[in-house]
């Protein structure tokens, strides 16, 4: 399981990467096409902290979002 936050879940999800070229139309062009879109995954932002989990200490990989919310107890 990794990549996964053990908090709350959250893990890669899929999305797609678009290659566009000319120039804008604001910018007296003919406007910007889409010339390729190609697969791509989103990863969480994950950090390795010790966290207290059921009265023990363990070392999990926890997503920044987490760890700023407060939703873990850190080990010192």
Known sequence: MSR?????????????????????????????KITGISKRSFSPNLIKKRIVINGSVKTTKICTECLKSGKVVLAR
């Not at 999800?13 to 007296?28: P, V």
């Open 4 to 32: 996964v936050c053990s908090v709350c879940g959250k893990g890669t999800i899929a999305g797609r990467s678009y290659a566009t070229r000319g120039l804008a139309r604001r910018k007296k062009g003919a406007g910007v």
